[in-house]
């Protein structure tokens, strides 16, 4: 069946809306290095939807997804700051071991206990989804594949600022428009 | 000098200190204050959320284009009125200001 693609300007948020919440979304609110490109979801999320009394979702794939980007975005800016590359910079062997890392891989972790998992039903992955992906796949990310399986299993929408996902023709989405952003906010960027 | 306490609950007009657009209301405000030379102190008392995406907004873009000795002088965070996680978020965000990543940085990372 084919999903609806919805606009987050118009859709009718409710306490019948069940959504799940993108990792895209939760980066573009948390992520030190990359929050101040939020084209709305802060707004729209703790403004519009929570307010409104929808049910949010999560999974521990979103979860390792978000912790994952906190920590290679962070990586991205410390080579920045220090003038390194990923040479002489490895993510692993080098970045893992300085302070720097600790401290936003513990703001990934705090933010998952405080705004993510009190906030969202954690839904897991079923071996039947897993199977699914592996033989009857369309998106081009497997971890997008899997997180279809798993909105579409439950009857969720997905709040994603992902084209893989908008794109996709059997996930229904919400998104923010392309034209709808938030711009005026990025003084630095002028 | 003169010296005034900036209130962001006051400001914002509610305890979720979260969207970019709130936090651009208070950049304004710290921004004119260093432009008059006062000594402004930032209470963030009473907050229920503050999200890094309102800070980048509201402090990162201070730290990002005013030097330090500057922002030293004019503007106060008092850290008292911070829980633990909403201090960790204020350092990492002024430790990042001066090097955001660009879109195409972040498109590689999302």
């Known amino acids: ?190 | 000098m003169d010296e005034k306490t900036l209130i962001v609950k006051d400001v914002i007009q509610s305890n979720l200190a979260v969207s970019p657009e709130d936090g651009s209301n208070v950049f304004s405000i710290l921004e004119s204050s260093i432009k008059q030379k006062h000594l402004m102190h930032v209470d963030f008392s009473g907050l229920q959320t503050v999200t890094t995406a309102f800070l980048n907004a509201a402090i990162g873009d201070l730290y990002a284009n005013q030097d330090r000795d500057t922002l030293n002088k004019f503007i106060k965070i008092d850290g008292q009125t911070l829980t633990n996680l909403q201090r960790q978020k204020v350092q990492l965000v002024m430790e990042n200001a001066r090097t955001r990543l660009s879109n195409d940085e972040i498109d590689e990372e999302m």
């Open chain 1, 1 to 190: 069946m084919a999903g609806r693609r919805y606009l987050a300007s118009t859709f009718p948020f409710s306490d019948k809306s069940h959504i799940l919440v993108d990792t895209n979304v939760w980066t573009f609110i948390h992520s030190v290095q990359i929050s101040n490109q939020d084209p709305g979801y802060a707004d729209l999320l703790y403004n519009k939807i929570i307010p409104a009394g929808a049910h949010l979702y999560t999974s521990p794939l979103i979860i390792q997804e978000f912790v994952n980007v906190m920590t290679r975005a962070a990586w991205r800016a410390y080579r920045k700051r220090v003038n390194r590359d990923e040479d002489t910079c490895p993510y692993k062997k080098v970045y893992r071991r300085t302070q720097d890392f600790r401290n936003n891989y513990q703001l990934a972790i705090d933010i998952v206990k405080t705004e993510i998992i009190p906030r969202c039903t954690v839904i897991s992955i079923s071996p039947g989804m897993l199977n699914d992906s592996i033989t009857n796949y369309s998106a081009q990310d497997f971890n997008d594949d899997l997180i279809m399986k798993c909105a579409e299993a439950n009857g969720l929408i997905i709040l994603t600022d992902d084209e893989d996902f908008t794109n996709h023709t059997s996930a229904s989405t919400i998104t923010i428009s392309k034209h709808n952003r938030k711009k005026d906010h990025k003084r630095s960027y002028r």
